[in-house]
């Protein structure tokens, strides 16, 4: 079975929502790290968000590796609507006031003027084909916290209401490991980074 492993970018030099920053100091430190473990797994693709931070998180394996980035516009974290462009506090405060509106439900409905976890996936979903007919043994997919949700949930056949429920946790870097069974073409979940 080929693997896919999904990895979260190393940490950012800002917290204001979605902003396309590079990596702080020790954003660099950590993707260098990540480098050297995916050594490990005999990494033979390497895909990326053209978001600075995943994508230099990305640079730093492919350097250590000698493979290039396929960048893939596709793989970009969801569009927040109008939280993109807040500061960290106040994107919580108005996350809170979002949930409770909806009164906890575990629904799939976006951010106002955003996107959904259902139609984030939509958007990978022609990468994941990509990616599964590449000829890869083992690709490394980097991209951000809620699109990769949406690609588990996607994958795995999760309701995308509960997409937010998965992944609680996921560290900068962690890597969730993904097979692909081409032969069914099924997905399924080998452990969360």
Known sequence: MMRILLIRHAEQASKVCNADVSLSETGRKQAE????????????????SPLRRAAETAGAAAEKTGLPVFIRTE???????ELTGLPHAERIERERQYSEERN??????????????????????????????????????????????????GMIGLPFGHAKLILKGLRHTAVTEMLYDAETGRYYLKSIG
């Open 33 to 48: 790290a990540l480098a050297e473990r995916l050594l490990s797994y005999g990494i033979d693709a390497v895909y990326s």
């Open 75 to 81: 793989l970009s974290e969801m569009d927040f609507g």
């Open 104 to 153: 906890g439900a575990l629904t799939d409905r976006p951010y106002p003027g955003g996107e959904s976890y259902g139609e984030v996936y939509e958007r990978i979903r022609p990468v994941l084909a990509e990616i599964t007919a590449s000829g890869a043994e083992c690709a490394a997919v980097f991209s951000h916290l809620e699109a990769l949700r949406a690609m588990v949930s």
